[in-house]
């Protein structure tokens, strides 16, 4: 049996998808039933509950022989660093309870680095050091995951880029980085979470097909959404924030936002290893977005 955590969202469907079409069993763990129809409709058994508590977590691992585990981000909700961490300790604390023997953990390139005093280092980033820190303590085969930014957060911005015409983020148009669809995160989790192996820690960076720009990614999606004028905007750091928070996002969130990309702008969230066969995943940007009919209606 192997229990998926966030089985309903992209990288953990695809991980029940895949793990199912092998003839797995899966025990597929969300919050709502409604969207775990897809995964019961593959095979896998649903289990409702809230990733926050401890004990729903152990009932959810109990008797598992691996898990998929990552750390739902509402970057809605206030108090985000409180959030992960209350989350991420229930995570690895239900997980040590239960002696699950192999653990895959969707990470992050530069949760290498950590976030620091309010996590000014890497925003959003540093929460997942900690969580790295949390899952190395495991009696374990633990496979941190560290994948590129994913290509599907540029679908947040949808709306707005329909309203404006541009797409505005505070990433330098110039930089280039890992970005990966989530389907190929998702295939990489499948492949550890079936391999055997001794205990002890390994990290595995997903970095998709190729480095790419911001502005690159944008010059391809526009067509797709109808807006074949589409360009990138590189809006100032405080600007930026203001933008977010007009949009809706809690202060600390934004805050958080303009961190994560000042530190892709600073070279603070790379790959550790290079590039190369073992870590570059097949979606190019190009067939990410030939997946993406159904937005552009």
């Known amino acids: 049996m192997i229990t998926v955590l966030g089985a309903s969202g992209n990288t953990g469907g695809r991980v029940v998808e895949r793990l199912c079409a092998e003839g797995e069993r899966v025990r597929a763990v969300g919050r ?4 775990l129809a897809a995964a019961v ?14 004990e729903f977590l152990r009932v959810a691992f109990d008797g598992a022989d691996a898990a998929y585990v990552l750390m739902p981000m509402d970057v809605a909700a ?12 229930a995570i690895a604390g239900a997980l040590a309870a239960t002696a699950v023997p192999r653990v895959v953990a969707l990470s992050s390139l530069g ?36 994948p590129g930014m994913f290509l599907e957060s540029f679908l947040f911005a949808v709306d707005a880029m329909r309203g404006h015409g541009v797409h505005a983020d505070s990433i330098d148009p110039q930089v280039s980085l890992p970005m990966v ?32 720009t911001v502005p690159d990614v944008v010059a391809a999606l526009g067509p797709a959404l109808g807006l074949p ?6 809006v100032p750091d405080e600007e930026m924030v203001g933008v977010l928070r007009e949009a809706g996002m809690p202060a ?7 961190a994560m990309n000042r530190a892709f702008n600073e070279g603070r969230v790379a790959s550790l290893a290079g590039r190369g066969a073992e870590n570059s995943t097949p979606t190019t940007v190009g067939d990410w977005v030939a997946t993406l009919t159904a937005v552009a209606r």
């Open 229 to 234: 004028d589409l360009t990138y905007v590189r």
């Open 111 to 146: 949760a290498d680095v950590p976030g620091g005093p309010d996590l000014e280092a890497t925003g959003y980033l540093g929460t997942l050091h900690d969580q790295e820190g949390r899952l190395r303590t495991l009696d374990a085969a633990v496979t941190l995951l560290r």
């Open 252 to 258: 600390d969130g934004a805050r958080l936002h303009v």
């Open 32 to 35: 709502d039933a409604d969207r």
């Open 78 to 89: 206030a108090g985000y660093a409180g959030q992960q961490a209350a989350v991420g300790t």
């Open 41 to 54: 409709a593959q095979g896998a058994e649903p289990v409702v509950g809230d990733a926050r508590d401890p």
């Open 181 to 212: 669809a989530t389907r190929d995160v998702g295939d990489v989790a499948a492949e550890e979470l079936r391999r055997t192996g001794p205990q002890g820690v390994v990290v595995r960076e997903v970095l998709g097909a190729a480095d790419v």
